[in-house]
């Protein structure tokens, strides 16, 4: 609550549907974000998220649904009328104005006369008290979005929309607004929704994450619960990267379901495999792999599951190296080690073993295709960034 008294709704979106000639940009998306919460929505270029955001801001009319903050039906309210404001990437300052006066400009719009306490409070909430005075071009780029913020905030929305805030922004200063964006809306305790493609962003910040395709939502809930427990092929591509085996049901032990892959029997436990059918996507994140030279293969711990490759590509990335393995069948595995020793363990044409624990493992409906969610650009971008590091050329 940005004073103290104002009680803060919840957002609810009905069954919203914006569909632009025969494209349906979202397409009968219902959920709802809970008052005062961190709430991102990710996903790709085109999947319907900014659309989205523009419906709740008010720039676009919904074909059909509703949005509600509360039990108050905001739907055909023009944008200025709804408690809604929104912070776009571009920051949107007067430069002609200072800091103090850009923050002010809401209020003094509004016709409130005394203007000078609410707005010391919030240059103070964004911590950007001495600087009242300065330009925005007198700025950085993280103070501006700062001022953005703040400017927003004074006027005390409902619901502050975050339009890709950070997109203007080195990586340095974007992991620093990241915690600094997170401070703000625990202080104030306003809902924030914030639309982004960035999954660090969305991971760092948020308390719910919605992961969005062609206008719906695959999945949502908890960061960490969505990435450790994806339950589509998309989601599991799309935040982080991870390995994905085709393989078939065969039965079932205690507490996991048996698949059969390529010759090896891999165990997923049965609360994790979310394909009813038959057939069977194995998945594993490349951080939860074990990789072992082959006289090694007798430390493996009994009931895990393992898999024999040779390297074929080793890439040092820092925190970690990445080890590209070429499995039996031809399929290219990908396993993060953390970098806890000097220099690397496996080389180039090494035979390893690869294993993890079946806790770690999910079973997935393959509709989708192996390659869904997968960002092809991103994809090869960070390989070939791996292979300036590991060559010494720099990025």
């Not at 890709?164 to 922004?169: H, I, S, W, Y």
């Not at 792999?289 to 082959?294: E, F, N, P, S, V």
């Not at 363990?345 to 079946?358: A, N, T």
Request: glycine share 10%.
């Amino acid at each position: 609550m940005v004073d103290g008294t104002r009680q803060v709704e919840d957002l609810h979106l009905r069954s919203l549907t914006k569909s632009f000639g025969d494209f349906v940009a979202v397409d009968d998306l219902t959920l709802t974000i809970p008052a005062g919460s961190f709430f991102a929505l990710l996903g790709a270029s085109g999947c319907g998220k900014t659309t989205t955001l523009r419906m709740v801001a008010g720039l676009e009319d919904p074909t059909q649904g509703s949005i509600m903050i509360g039990d108050r039906d905001i739907t055909a309210l023009r944008a200025f009328e709804r408690p809604v404001n929104t912070v776009f990437q571009s920051y949107a300052l007067f430069p002609h104005l200072d800091i103090y006066e850009n923050v002010a400009f809401g209020l003094r719009r509004r016709g409130v006369k005394d203007v000078r306490g609410q707005v010391e409070r919030m240059l103070e909430l964004v911590e950007l008290g001495p600087m009242a005075r300065r330009k925005p071009a007198q700025l950085s780029g993280g103070q501006q979005q700062r001022v953005a913020v703040a400017r927003a905030l004074i006027n005390q929305p409902d619901v502050l929309l975050l339009d890709e805030p950070l997109g203007a922004l080195d990586l340095k200063l974007r992991r620093q607004m990241q915690i600094e964006l997170k401070r703000i809306q625990v202080d104030v305790g306003t809902t924030f929704v914030h639309v982004t493609h960035d999954q660090e962003e969305a991971m760092t910040m948020a308390d719910t994450v919605a992961v969005m395709n062609a206008g719906r939502i695959e999945q949502m809930g908890h960061p960490a619960e969505i990435y450790e427990t994806p339950r589509t092929v998309f989601v599991a591509n799309f935040l982080g990267q991870s390995n994905l085996i085709a393989g078939r049901r065969t039965g079932v032990s205690g507490d996991h379901t048996l698949v059969e892959a390529h010759g090896l029997t891999l165990a997923v436990p049965s609360n994790r495999c979310f394909s009813l059918g038959t057939e069977i996507t194995v998945g594993v994140r490349p951080e939860k792999i074990t990789i072992l030279d082959a006289v090694d293969a007798g430390r493996i711990p009994e009931g895990h599951n393992r898999l024999e490759g040779r390297v074929t590509d080793v890439s040092y990335t820092g925190v970690s190296t990445q080890y590209l393995v070429d499995a039996p069948w031809g399929q290219e595995l990908i396993v993060f080690e953390q970098n806890v020793i000097v220099g690397d363990r496996c080389e180039v044409g090494d035979p390893v073993v690869l294993h993890w624990s079946p806790s770690h493992t999910f079973g997935l409906h393959p509709a989708q295709g192996g390659t869904a969610g997968v960002d092809p650009e991103a994809a090869e971008g960070a390989r070939t960034a791996a292979h300036l590091l590991a060559d010494g050329t720099g990025v």
